[in-house]
């Protein structure tokens, strides 16, 4: 019989906490496992340090599993902020699977995020994960509803029959000219505009549930201090004047051999239809990719 000690994860342990996963999980993708990730993700996260425990066994010293839990922030229909967290990294050492490990440090995680005042925790689990959740008695909400535009369905279809093997595409060709621009770039150009825009929409905008409260830390943590993914922005301004009315953060990923453009944010000046179409129209005109995906909540503004 195995004995376990489960302990709080700290700044000490992260290179053996980082061990396990790379073991379990792998190296590679847009989530890669390194030093830098793990310390953008769980340290600097503007809505706090995640919650994480991690357990040892006792008598060999190794790193059994782990279970770690995004603190995250949603503003309420009331305006209210709801404190939250999402379960996102898990692991567990080949050797110690099917030994309880993972059912423990949820259940212990959900008892002392629950004391601490997170009002849920969510997550988006694959198939593979998503029976064990159930199991513990997790509940399913909703499906995310996922949109999808071509923009080069022809040349999708050739590269879908007939090209071989991995590609890959540098960010210049997903776009045109100097319309789309990194996010660092966008934010020395348009500076505090930006987040004073961010702040007017989130104002006006139609809500539609509970969404992620968006400040100025938020938007630069998410979109600028990524050390894996570079964020790229379209924007807009007055025809009058140079005043930034409007913009779109876009990240661009390879999926099947295509050159799919994720539609991340969407931020005007007011919620009118045709300030939105112009951004869209303008950013889809800049585009070199095969398809935009976006999701939005089915009856927000965005989503229209």
């Not at 279970?67 to 050797?95: E, S, Y």
């Not at 110690?96 to 689990?125: C, D, H, V, W």
């Not at 702040?199 to 050390?227: D, K, L």
Request: glycine content about 6%; overall charge positive; proline content about 5%.
């Amino acid at each position: 019989m195995v004995e376990f000690e489960v302990l709080q994860w700290s700044d000490e342990s992260i290179p053996e906490l980082l061990e396990l996963t790379r073991t379990t999980l792998g190296m590679g993708g847009a989530v890669a496992k390194t030093e830098a990730y793990w310390r953008w993700k769980h340290i600097q996260n503007p809505f706090g340090r995640s919650y994480g425990v991690f357990a040892i066994d006792s008598e060999q010293g190794n790193v059994a599993s782990l279970r770690i839990l995004l603190r995250w922030q949603f503003m309420g229909m009331d305006g209210k902020v709801v404190n939250a967290a999402r379960a996102v990294d898990t692991a567990t050492h080949p050797v110690y699977q099917r030994m309880g490990l993972f059912s423990r440090l949820t259940q212990q995680a959900i008892e002392e995020l629950k004391q601490e005042g997170s009002a849920f925790i969510y997550n988006t689990p694959n198939e593979r994960s998503l029976p064990g959740y159930l199991k513990m008695g997790w509940e399913v909400v909703d499906k995310r509803q996922l949109y999808i535009k071509p923009l080069k369905p022809l040349r999708m279809l050739r590269r879908r029959l007939f090209s071989d093997g991995a590609v890959n595409f540098s960010p210049h060709e997903y776009f045109h000219g100097g319309d789309v621009v990194p996010w660092q770039a966008f934010v020395d150009q348009h500076r505090e505009r930006i987040f004073s825009l961010a702040a007017e929409w989130e104002a006006v905008r139609v809500q539609a549930g509970i969404r992620t409260r968006r400040t100025e830390p938020y938007y630069r943590w998410r979109y600028g201090q990524n050390p894996n993914i570079d964020y790229y922005v379209y924007s807009i301004c007055a025809p009058s004047d140079t005043d930034l009315v409007a913009f779109a953060v876009l990240r661009f990923n390879t999926r099947y051999r295509w050159q799919e453009v994720v539609l991340c944010d969407m931020v005007l000046a007011e919620p009118d239809d045709k300030l939105a179409k112009l951004l869209m129209r303008g950013m889809v005109r800049s585009l070199r990719g095969d398809y935009v995906i976006a999701h939005f909540a089915p009856t927000s503004f965005e989503r229209k």
